[in-house]
């Protein structure tokens, strides 16, 4: 399953980079939210090779929803970050994780325009380009760069606005780069202390969640119960400002 999901977000990644400059064909499947053509070429691309080695799998993808099939489901976003490919802003990627009993056991993140890999099996750690990713060490939320993201309703969009009201004076900074799997990938790497989401789908965020859990972070629910793919709302942290967070969003 590592070696089809590698295979899938670094072809579909050599695709998005060779269209990136290109004029896209953008469609709005909500007021907020895009797809182009190169969404749909990419998620063709990647539902082939995974039904190609693993045809009795279960596949839940942004723009085809979900097929059922076995306990193993692949949780695929084809891009990552479609308003930014739509811009030719590079912060984008291709996720893919896949989940057993509903909790993220691989995950592969490809962000072509910077060509960092980034791969995490359960219980075996994190890595980027084959070096070993750990989580930043400041224990202050203060201290902390935090990113966001949220689900596109008008329901979460207000919701989002209160949080960012909360949580802006306290941070460093708290801002966002558009590409759920870029800023999870980061909090792994320790670029980042943090990313928050509330509402977000589980293609947004379940490559994410294992890489920031294997990099030593912490991942959770609003109220602090452990995350899985049911879970809309998200706090994924280094782990040393993690209480913090909670204490703050659980009333969010």
């Not at 990419?42 to 039904?51: A, C, F, G, M, P």
């Not at 929803?65 to 306990?71: I, L």
């Not at 760069?145 to 209160?162: A, D, G, Q």
């Not at 460093?172 to 980061?186: I, K, M, Q, W, Y």
Request: charged share 25%.
């Amino acid at each position: 399953m590592k070696k089809v999901a590698i295979q899938a977000v670094k072809s579909s990644g050599r695709l998005a980079k060779n269209n990136f400059f290109k004029q896209h064909e953008v469609k709005l499947k909500t007021p907020r939210d895009l797809v182009t053509e190169i969404d749909i070429a990419s998620e063709k691309n990647i539902i082939h090779l995974i039904k190609k080695s693993f045809p009795d799998h279960a596949i839940l993808s942004e723009e085809s929803g979900k097929q059922s099939g076995s306990e193993y489901l692949w949780i695929v976003d084809p891009i990552d970050g479609t308003t930014n490919y739509s811009i030719k802003n590079p912060f984008f990627d291709i996720a893919i994780a896949v989940a057993k009993d509903d909790e993220p056991v691989l995950a592969a993140v490809y962000a072509p325009m910077i060509d960092e890999l980034f791969i995490a099996e359960q219980g075996k750690g994190a890595f980027m380009n084959g070096k070993r990713l750990h989580v930043s060490r400041e224990n202050k939320l203060s201290d902390s760069l935090v990113v966001y993201c949220h689900y596109s309703s008008r329901k979460e969009v207000e919701r989002v606005t209160r949080i960012f009201a909360k949580l802006k004076p306290l941070c460093r900074d708290f801002n966002r780069l558009r590409a759920a799997g870029v800023e999870l990938s980061f909090v792994a790497a320790g670029r980042i202390g943090a990313y928050v989401s509330n509402g977000t789908q589980a293609w947004d965020i379940a490559a994410g969640a294992l890489l920031v859990r294997e990099a030593g972070g912490s991942v959770t629910d609003f109220s602090g119960n452990d995350w899985d793919i049911t879970k809309n709302d998200m706090i994924a942290s280094n782990g040393k400002i993690h209480r913090e967070l909670v204490s703050i969003l659980k009333r969010m």
